[in-house]
């Protein structure tokens, strides 16, 4: 069973910065959505095996990063220059499979729990 932890959520002002953890029961294929209240689940990042391949919504293009520690089965988002509109409960989603769009949904096999990350103006 693949289990996913995330970790550093919070409460954050308008510009500041903030990094989110994923830790895995193993080493995936990893990706990073959000969800505000009323609105959809949302892509927001997704990295290959190797971190060779990292994919971005436009909306969060430039302010985060996506990256991976292989040796700790960890996958961590950088979030810069955060907006009101970054606040959502963003989730960690991994893939055993080595095809599918890692920026589609459907391309995951597990979900983590979610951690709240909320901006203030």
């Known amino acids: 069973q693949v289990q996913l932890v995330e970790s550093g959520g919070g409460l954050v002002q308008a510009g500041d910065s903030l990094q989110l953890s994923c830790a895995a029961s193993?080493?995936?294929?990893m990706g990073w959505f959000r969800q505000a209240p009323g609105k959809e689940r949302d892509f927001v990042a997704g990295?290959?095996?190797?971190?060779?391949?990292?994919y971005y919504a436009d909306s969060v293009k430039g302010r985060f990063a996506i990256s991976r520690d292989n040796a700790q089965n960890t996958v961590y988002l950088q979030m810069n220059s955060l907006k009101p509109d970054d606040t959502a409960v963003y989730y960690c989603?991994?893939?055993?499979?080595?095809?599918?769009?890692?920026?589609?949904?459907?391309?995951?096999?597990?979900w983590g729990q979610g951690t709240q990350v909320t901006v203030s103006s």
């Open positions: 990295i290959n095996w190797g971190g060779d391949s990292r």
């Open positions: 193993g080493r995936y294929r």
């Open positions: 989603a991994a893939t055993v499979s080595w095809k599918g769009d890692l920026r589609r949904a459907v391309s995951y096999d597990y």
